[in-house]
C-alpha cells in the first residue's frame, strides 16, 4: 500500500464533533481535469490545435503548460484541504468548496445505500471512493477518495448509525458478517450476454451501417459520424457489461444486502433492509430455454438497477425472497420455458385483443399478500413486483376505447419514481383493485421494519 | 373554473377567427376568408366539452385516502392515502385570483403521482389543505 496512506489527522471542528479530510491523493485526480480538457480539444479539432500549437514557441509552451499544471495542483490541494466531513450521531456532513461554500448534512436513517468504488487508476494507489445514495440529491454527495481501509470502516460505521446502534459502539461494531448468496460465473455471463438479442442487434448494425453508408454517399465524415457511436454502443453493451458485471456477487448481511462486481472497475454496494421498492424480473426469449433471469431492483435515489446480472430461475426466486422478507414469487412455481402460462398470474380477459392486439397475451396480474405484481411482454417477459408497503399512489385510467371493451390500466407508483401498470383489467375488476390496493399499501406499511432496522 | 377556461377559450379563438377572416379575405379573396370558420367550430364544440370535463372533476376525502376522479373519455381515478402525502401545495394565478379560485396540489415521494384539484373556493382549498396536512401528519407513513 501507498506509504502516504495515512488519514490526515482528525482535526477537532466545530462541537466537538471530529472532522476529518480526504485521502492525499485526492488532488491527483483534480488535477485531470485541464489536462482532460486540453487533450479533448486537440482530439476535437486536431488540425487547429496543431497550427495554434505550431505558431507559438517553446517557451511559451512550457511556460504555459508548467502553469497550467500548477494551477491544477493548487486548485486540487485547496479543494482538498477544504473539504472536510464528519459523522455525528445522526448525520453525516459534508463540508467543501472554496470559493462557494457548500454544507451537507446527510441523515443517516434516511440513508438508501451505500456504495464503495474503485476506479481502476484508483485501485492501484489503493484509495476507494465513497458513494451515499439518498432521494433527492445529486450524485455530489461522494467521498472520493479514501484510502481503502477507511472507506471501508466509514461505511460500516455508518450503517451501522443508520441502523441504529448506541453512538459509543457504532465504531467498534465493525464489518458486520456477509454470507454469500450468488456468484455469477464469467462463463454464465457470457454465455447470457451471447444469447441477449440487443448484444447482436447492435453489433451488426454497427457492422453493417457504415459500409452501405460509404457505398450511398461516399462520406467520410457520415460514415464515421454514425458509424463510431454505434461501435461504441455496440462495446458498452457487450464487452463494457461484462466487465462491468464480471465476477457479480450478491451477498447478504445484517446491513443488508451486498452486491460486489466489476472487472476493472470495482464496485462494492450496500443496500439497507428495507429500502428495495420494485423488483423486476426480467426474461428474454433465448435465455427461456436455459431457465435463466436477470434480476433488477428499483432502490430510490439509486443509480444502479441490476440485482443478479443472470442466474438460474430458482436461485433468482431465492434472492428475491431474501431482498423482500416474506415475498413468494407469483407463478414461481411453474416450470420455465413451458409455454406462456406461469402459473398464478391472471391474463386480461379476452377481449382486451380489440385494445392492444397481439401482445395483450403477455400482461398479467398477480396480487398476494405482500407483493403486487405485474409482467408484460411476450418475448422479454418482465414480471414486476412491488410490496403493497411502498405503494405511493394508486390510479385507474380508462380511455374511450377502453371503456368501450369494459377494460381499465391500474397504475401503481412508487418511490423510485416508478409506475407499475396492470394493464387491461376488466373494469369492474380494476374498480375493486383500485380499492383494495389502497386499502393493502395503508395496513401493508404497519408491518414494515422500521427505517433503523437495528435499533433496540 | 368553467367560466375561466371558457374565457380563455372564447379569448383564443375569437381573435383567431377574426385573424384568419380578415387577412385570408384581404390576401388570397374572399372563399379563402371561409378557414375563419375552423377557429369559429371550434369554439362552438369546445364550449360543451369543458362544461362536460367540468363536471367531471370529483374529489372525495375519506377515512384514510383522498379519491380523486376526473375526465370524460379518458377517466383516470386517482387514491392517494394520507400518510404518503410530503407536501400540500394550493397555487392561485392572477387570472385565476381575479376569479376566485384556487387549485391544490399533492405531491408524494412518486413524481409520477399527479394529484391536482383545480378550480377551488379559496377557502375551501385552505380548509382542504389543513386537514391533509393535519391527517397526514396523523398518519405518516414515510417511503
Not at chain 1, 485521502?23 to 495554434?52: E, K, N, Q, S
Not at chain 1, 457470457?190 to 457505398?215: I, Y
Not at chain 2, 385573424?19 to 369554439?43: E, S
Request: charged share 20%; with cysteine.
Amino acid at each position: 500500500m501507498n506509504p502516504k496512506a495515512v488519514n490526515a489527522g482528525p482535526e477537532a471542528g466545530a462541537g466537538g464533533v471530529v472532522e476529518r479530510r480526504l485521502h492525499p491523493v485526492t488532488p491527483l485526480r483534480r488535477a485531470w481535469a485541464p489536462l482532460a480538457v486540453g487533450a479533448g480539444w486537440a482530439v476535437h479539432d486536431p488540425d487547429g490545435a496543431y497550427r495554434r500549437v505550431a505558431d507559438l514557441a517553446v517557451e511559451t509552451l512550457l511556460l504555459g503548460g508548467a502553469g497550467l499544471v500548477v494551477a491544477a495542483a493548487l486548485y486540487g490541494f485547496l479543494t482538498w484541504w477544504f473539504t472536510h466531513f464528519a459523522v455525528t450521531e445522526t448525520e453525516l456532513r459534508i463540508r467543501t468548496g472554496l470559493l462557494f461554500r457548500r454544507t451537507a448534512h446527510i441523515r443517516l436513517d434516511r440513508l438508501q445505500a451505500v456504495d464503495v468504488n474503485q476506479p481502476l487508476l484508483a485501485r492501484f494507489l489503493g484509495v476507494a471512493k465513497l458513494k451515499m445514495d439518498v432521494i433527492g440529491t445529486d450524485s455530489k454527495d461522494e467521498l472520493a477518495y479514501l484510502s481503502e481501509r477507511d472507506a471501508a470502516a466509514l461505511r460500516a460505521e455508518l450503517l451501522a448509525r443508520a441502523a441504529g446502534f448506541a453512538p459509543e459502539t457504532a465504531q467498534e461494531v465493525g464489518e458486520a458478517p456477509v454470507a454469500n448468496l450468488v456468484h455469477v460465473p464469467p462463463r454464465q455471463l457470457a454465455v447470457s450476454l451471447l444469447l441477449t438479442g440487443r448484444t447482436w442487434a447492435l453489433v451488426v448494425a454497427a457492422l453493417a451501417v457504415p459500409p452501405v453508408l460509404w457505398l450511398t454517399t461516399h462520406s467520410v465524415g457520415l460514415v464515421l459520424g454514425i458509424g463510431l457511436p454505434l461501435l461504441g454502443a455496440a462495446g458498452t453493451s457487450s464487452v463494457g457489461r461484462f466487465v462491468k458485471e464480471y465476477d457479480w456477487r450478491v451477498g447478504e448481511s445484517p446491513d443488508g444486502l451486498r452486491l460486489d462486481h466489476g472487472l476493472l472497475d470495482k464496485e462494492h454496494e450496500t443496500v439497507p433492509p428495507g429500502r428495495v421498492q420494485t423488483v423486476r424480473i426480467v426474461e428474454p426469449l433465448l435465455w427461456r430455454r436455459r431457465g435463466w433471469v436477470r434480476v433488477e431492483l428499483d432502490v430510490a435515489g439509486s443509480s444502479n438497477s441490476v440485482l443478479v446480472p443472470v442466474a438460474p430461475r430458482e436461485l433468482a426466486v431465492a434472492v428475491i425472497g431474501r431482498v423482500l422478507p416474506g415475498v413468494t414469487v407469483p407463478g414461481a412455481g411453474a416450470v420455465a420455458g413451458a409455454g406462456t402460462e406461469a402459473g398464478a398470474l391472471s391474463r386480461p380477459p379476452a377481449r382486451a385483443k380489440w385494445c392492444v392486439p397481439v401482445w395483450w397475451r403477455g400482461h398479467g396480474l398477480a396480487v398476494t399478500d405482500t407483493v403486487f405484481g405485474t409482467r408484460h411482454g411476450l418475448l422479454r417477459r418482465t414480471l414486476t413486483l412491488v410490496p403493497h408497503a411502498k405503494v405511493q399512489s394508486v390510479r385507474l385510467t380508462q380511455g374511450p376505447w377502453q371503456r368501450r371493451h369494459g377494460v381499465a390500466d391500474v397504475h401503481v407508483e412508487t418511490g423510485a419514481n416508478t409506475s407499475v401498470a396492470a394493464r387491461l383489467r376488466d373494469t369492474t375488476e380494476a374498480r375493486l383493485l383500485l380499492q383494495a390496493q389502497a386499502d393493502r399499501s395503508r395496513t401493508g406499511r404497519r408491518t414494515a421494519r422500521p427505517d433503523r432496522w437495528m435499533a433496540p | 373554473m368553467l367560466t375561466l377556461r371558457r374565457l380563455l377559450l372564447v379569448l383564443w379563438t375569437v381573435p383567431l377567427a377574426v385573424a384568419a377572416g380578415v387577412l385570408l379575405g384581404v390576401f388570397a379573396g374572399p372563399a379563402w376568408a371561409a378557414f375563419a370558420a375552423l377557429p369559429v367550430g371550434l369554439l362552438l364544440w369546445g364550449w360543451p366539452l369543458l362544461g362536460r370535463n367540468w363536471r367531471s372533476w370529483r374529489y372525495a376525502e375519506r377515512a384514510d385516502d383522498l379519491l380523486i376522479q376526473r375526465g370524460v373519455l379518458w377517466r383516470e381515478e386517482t387514491v392517494v392515502p394520507y400518510g404518503r402525502m410530503q407536501l400540500v401545495e394550493v397555487q392561485s394565478g392572477p387570472l385565476q385570483r381575479k376569479f376566485g379560485l384556487a387549485s391544490l396540489q399533492l405531491h408524494t415521494a412518486a413524481a409520477a403521482t399527479d394529484a391536482t384539484v383545480p378550480g377551488l373556493d379559496p377557502r375551501e382549498a385552505e380548509r382542504l389543505r389543513d386537514r391533509l396536512t393535519e391527517l397526514g401528519e396523523a398518519r405518516s407513513a414515510g417511503l
